[in-house]
């Protein structure tokens, strides 16, 4: 089933790109919906017991969503721009093994 939604994903991702759309504006929309989900899921589930926020744990934050992820969806989408989305969708299962920063 998750195999079905991602082809499909990428379909859109696919469209959105030749239809003229900037990828990174519709990565940032991704992480933007994905945020604020997880957030008020862990706002509900984690309500009795929070950790302290310190600027180190900010500051980690931020270099590994720049390097671990954004920097992967933006290469991903402008290569899925430019080849076909099939090859795109099973060049994604060599992530694990290339992904040095997580």
Do not use: H
Not at 37 to 52: C, D, N, T, W
Not at 71 to 88: D, R
Request: charged share 15%; with cysteine; proline share 2%.
């Amino acid at each position: 089933m998750f195999q079905t939604i991602f082809a499909g994903v990428n379909i859109v991702y696919k469209l959105a790109a030749k239809d003229g759309m900037k990828l990174s504006i519709l990565v940032g929309y991704r992480f933007m919906f994905g945020t604020g989900f997880m957030v008020s899921v862990a706002l509900l589930v984690e309500r009795k017991k929070k950790p302290k926020l310190t600027w180190m744990v900010v500051f980690q934050t931020l270099l590994c969503i720049l390097f671990g992820r954004s920097l992967g969806q933006n290469l991903y989408l402008k290569s899925m721009a430019m080849i076909f989305a099939t090859f795109a969708s099973a060049l994604i299962n060599l992530i694990p093994t290339l992904n040095i920063f997580s």
